[in-house]
């Protein structure tokens, strides 16, 4: 993939290939051969946007099916919004939680529960802030302490 950048000396317009870009300092890039070119803020602007690290999702042909089928019932439980996406690093800290951490599917299923029916996770703290979602469940030790508590029962008026 090559981009077009304009040079700031003499404006002229080149194509370089972003993966050959050793160094970024400021407008000067830095390649491989040694090379090193000025380019204007514009073109700046369009390096970084191609040399930007890519967040890698897990397309759900790739991901195994019962992790991303337990996945998505963790996602509803914690009541998240919207789409949940199962990323790379998700799908790690669940197989970790499965395997190296000796979690059941009914413990994460029981801490999910107890997280969504908890007010302050839920945002109901002074900050208005929602803590209570599925990543706050894959960290090995609230997913530990909510599978423990006992699931909390709304009181009534009286």
């Known amino acids: 993939m090559f981009i077009d950048v304009i040079t700031k000396a003499d404006s002229k317009t080149i194509q370089i290939n972003p993966a050959q870009i050793c160094w970024i300092d400021g407008n000067l890039l830095t390649f491989g051969n040694g090379l090193t070119i000025e380019i204007d803020d514009f073109s700046m602007k369009e390096v970084r946007l191609a040399t930007a690290p890519k967040g890698k999702q897990t397309k759900s042909t790739d991901a195994d099916p019962k992790l991303l089928e337990l996945f998505?019932?963790?996602h509803t439980?914690?009541?998240?919004?919207?789409?949940?996406?199962?990323?790379?690093q998700r799908e790690k800290q669940l197989k970790d939680l499965l395997g190296k951490h000796?979690?059941?599917?009914?413990?994460?299923?029981?801490?999910?529960?107890?997280?969504?029916n908890d007010a302050f996770l839920q945002g109901d703290n002074d900050s208005n802030k929602r803590y209570g979602d599925v990543d706050y469940l894959l960290r090995p030790a609230k997913a530990a302490k909510w599978a423990d508590e006992a699931e909390k029962k709304k009181k009534g008026m009286f």
């Open 102 to 116: 000796r979690m059941t599917e009914e413990q994460l299923i029981k801490a999910a529960t107890n997280i969504g």
């Open 77 to 88: 439980l914690t009541k998240g919004k919207g789409k949940p996406v199962f990323s790379l």
């Open 72 to 74: 998505n019932k963790l």
